[in-house]
């Protein structure tokens, strides 16, 4: 059974569709179009109708590319800019009239876990103990503590993402000490007097964690992070995104993304481990089980 995912995030809109082979998700096809959707939000929290209107167009052209791989289900979800967004029912009537899929608006706490769900079933030796995930994107970042057996326990969600910050402070290219300091201090008020307990395993998904493994390698800790930060304040981003293999646009995001990680990094006391799986794997897993599918 092969199974779709359109998921519409704060900065792009992906595709993944794949198929059960040997326990796991083989992949069949990622796509992905950077329609930053919370920068285009107004000042009263709509999507203007330029928007709406590339965001329909990109996942009309993902659920063709989909069925032409002969995808039998295609479940499309979005996230925290459409969850704030006022004309959130507009947005979802434009897609399903013209690209034909409902789009479910995810709550945090199912955003959180579903996350959850794709980053542990990727895991090659997953431990018995907690394991947290974090998925940093572009409006705002989840926490899931939870363990194989049990699933999540715990989640929490914060309204800070690598876009938001990016928009909000780093206008420099590259960003400046200063407007890094800026942010550095935004993340920390934000996860002031946050704890959660230290788990035996830490792993980093979505846009900005999959990008810093081309960047710094598949472990992020204070060297690597830093390291990391290092090239992006001294280096404009076409040139980051050249020696890299990455777009532009997603350089520019990545000093927010990266300070987000870092911090929750340091409240868990555990380095984080790049995930290869993540929101889009949970929603497939979740499709074929519930079509009878067991790993």
Known sequence: MI??????GSNTTRLLVAEPADGR?????RQRAFTRIAKGLRRDDTIPPKKIAEVVEVVATQV????????????????????E??????????IAERAGVEVEVLSDEEEARLAFVGATSALDHPPDGDIAVIDV?????????????????????????????ADAYLHGDPPT???????????????????????ELAVAVGGSSTSLRRLVGGV????????????LATTPSDEVARA?????????????????????????????????????????????????WSA
């Not at 199974?3 to 519409?8: A, H, L, N, V, Y």
């Not at 994107?137 to 938001?164: L, P």
């Not at 790049?274 to 089980?289: F, P």
């Open 177 to 199: 000490i200063e407007q890094l300091a800026h942010v550095r201090a935004h993340v920390g008020g934000v996860f002031e007097g946050f704890t959660l307990p230290t788990p």
């Open 244 to 292: 890299f293999e990455m777009e532009a646009e997603r350089v520019r995001l990545l000093p927010g993304g990266m300070l987000v990680l870092e911090e929750i990094s340091d409240r868990l006391e555990r380095p984080l481990l790049i995930g290869r799986g993540g929101l889009r794997e949970g929603v497939i897993l979740e499709m074929l089980i519930a079509a009878g």
């Open 25 to 29: 998700l083989r992949e069949l096809m």
């Open 85 to 94: 967004a006022s004309n959130q029912l507009e947005f979802t009537r434009a």
């Open 220 to 231: 992020l800790d204070h060297e690597t992070l830093e390291r990391g930060l290092r090239i």
């Open 64 to 83: 063709r590319l989909a069925r032409e791989l002969g995808t039998e289900t295609i479940r499309a979800v979005a996230t925290a800019a459409i969850r």
């Open 137 to 165: 994107g572009g409006s705002s970042s989840e926490i899931a503590i939870g363990t194989i057996a049990d699933g999540v326990r715990a989640s929490s969600s914060f309204r800070i993402g690598s876009g938001f910050l």
């Open 3 to 8: 199974c779709g995912c359109i998921d519409i």
